[in-house]
């Protein structure tokens, strides 16, 4: 006799006759059936974000990952801000002459270095015979002595930098001064194909080669400028040192993000900066001030990245990554290894139904291939808000690099204010951790970018050392916040099926902008008030203009492309979510539910992380945010 089937609660025959009469009449139609169909298969799907809590959404595992995160953090900072003090030039410095070499310095100054009242010149002396004015007894200079470039190099006050720097022993400085300011533009270069090469090499072979790759990368060419004798040798070794900006951390930091669960990635995401490489940029000033070489600075902050060829053993590959590879399987025996050091047990008939859900969603991936960044520009509205982003990530990436060079320029002494300075990533990323979710992206930003324009210009109005370097560390302290919400912004605007694509030329083009922040600073040989004022300026009008981007705070983020066409087109430039009345929810259909909670999930959180998400460090910075729309359906969505 065949099993009887079960139900929850009576069944009568009449009530089935009566339906069964109801369905001949009104029959379903093929698409609906096709639609319900999909809806029940993917109901019992399983991503990624749904499979950790099962393994443990911060586990030990999770947490040791997250302390491993401190040595590449700190390779990140030294890599990006140590050339400011191997090239740092002491603010007083003169012609030498070496026929005065016997003379005291003051006596050195005064007899061959022109006083033009605002203290001895810096790239002129007198021409004339000093040995013979030496026999002459003479002392005092002639006013009517002719003048000329200095001729034998110069001499430098070290009591402020106590060191030679590559700048002061190579003499870049008066005719030769903005060598320094091309060598940190390339740099910049290097970091666009960097960026490229190793987010290809993670795409095409995961992410622990690029890891390794990057690391070893700037290990060997920072080792290799210790031991540059010239301008050309020097910007070729930091040409290779740009290819591990970003790179040497942002591979670890997509592991780790990869392998929390969504409740904790936004505190990893932003603590990791706020901890570990705000420590390390600390750190490093009074690494090069302890060491006076600029040759052992660039050794003692390179050798450390050959650490990284322990990854391997210390690592897991990301198993998002080894899922687009089609190696599930593998993905699943390091998930066991999470649940040994988690305590925890996930059933077998969660992998199966995990594998499952894998398999469909790479083949929707193999079919969404077609698209390109090419599509961004093809529709009015997409179109400007890809062009407003990039204007936007250009004049903020300017901007914040601007502050960060420009801190030799105010004054003070570098090693304290630089210090300062980069303390303040600390308080701007739990400040914007804590309020970035209630207040929303546009306002925040317009506001943060404005806020950090005035205190900037404010800077330039004032005479006084320290109140300048205290307004000009405020400005970057906002431009801080800016910087955070716009390695966001973009990623959750842009469509999901062009999504990678679009955050990766967003974030070169801010790469290319950088390399012009040097030369913003160097604008300092001609007027103290320009570097700030350039900056203050920018920062503003690159406020406002983000007015004129859509919200995204507590909305379904745009899946296809006439998603992201449509997106924030019910929205005007005054709304701010903060203030806006809380409206109670439409009753929402069951199917949309299910598609919300399933197809959404997974299209969001496999599909980021399944394309091209290493193409670029900053795309995961903030790496999940969940849109809530009342109590009812919460749509997650893991930003790349």
Known sequence: ?????????????????????????????????????????????????????????????????????????????????????????????????????????????????????????????????????????????????????????????????????????????????????????????????????????????????????????????????????????????????????????????????????????????????AIFFTFAACVLPWIAYYLADWRMTCIATSVPLILAVAAPFLIPESARWLVSQGQVDRAIKILHKFEQMNGTKVPDDIYKRFRETCERICKEEEADKTYSVLDLFRTPRLRKITILFIVIWMAVSLVFDGHVRNVDNLGLNIFVTFTIAAATELPADTFLTAVLDRWGRRWLACGSLVISGIFSIWACAVSNNIYTATLAILGRFWINISYNIGLQYAAEVLPTVVRAQGVALIHIMGYVASILSPFVVYLDVVSSVLPLLVLGILGILAGFVTLFLPETLDKDLPQTLQDGENFGMDQKMWDAPCFGKKHEDEETPPVAIFRSISRDSIRNSMRASLRGEAMRSSMIRKSSVRSRKGGDSVTEVEKF
């Open 1 to 273: 006799m065949p099993p009887q089937e079960k139900f929850d609660s009576p069944v009568h025959l009449e009530d089935a006759q009566k339906n069964n009469a109801e369905a001949c009449r009104n029959p379903v139609e093929p698409e609906t059936r096709g639609s319900i169909r999909n809806v029940k298969e993917e109901a019992m799907d399983i991503d990624f974000d749904e499979l950790l809590p099962y393994v443990g959404e911060f586990g030990l595992y999770q947490k040791i990952l997250f302390i491993l995160m401190i040595p590449f953090a700190s390779f990140v900072a030294w890599v990006y801000f140590s050339q400011i003090f191997i090239t740092l030039t002491p603010e007083e410095y003169w012609c030498w002459v070496p026929e005065l070499e016997d003379l005291t310095v003051d006596e050195r100054l005064s007899l061959a270095i022109p006083n033009g009242g605002k203290g001895y010149s810096k790239c002129i002396m007198y021409d004339v015979n000093y040995t013979e004015i030496l026999l002459n007894g003479s002392r005092l200079p002639d006013a009517s002595w002719p003048t000329k470039a200095c001729q034998h190099g110069w001499e430098f006050n070290y009591t402020v930098v106590p060191y030679a720097s590559v700048a002061a022993e190579l003499g870049w400085v008066c005719e030769y001064d903005a060598l320094p300011t091309m060598a940190q533009s390339i740099f910049f270069v290097g970091a666009i194909f960097g960026g490229l090469i190793f987010g290809w090499i993670a795409d095409r072979y995961g992410r622990i080669p690029a890891l390794i790759g990057a690391n070893l990368t700037g290990c060997f060419a920072g080792i290799a400028t210790a031991f540059t004798n010239n301008f050309w040798q020097f910007t070729l070794c930091r040409f290779f040192v740009g290819f591990a900006f970003d790179n040497c951390f942002t591979m670890m930091y997509i592991l780790v993000l990869e392998y929390v669960g969504p409740k904790w990635r936004t505190f990893v995401a932003n603590m990791s900066i």
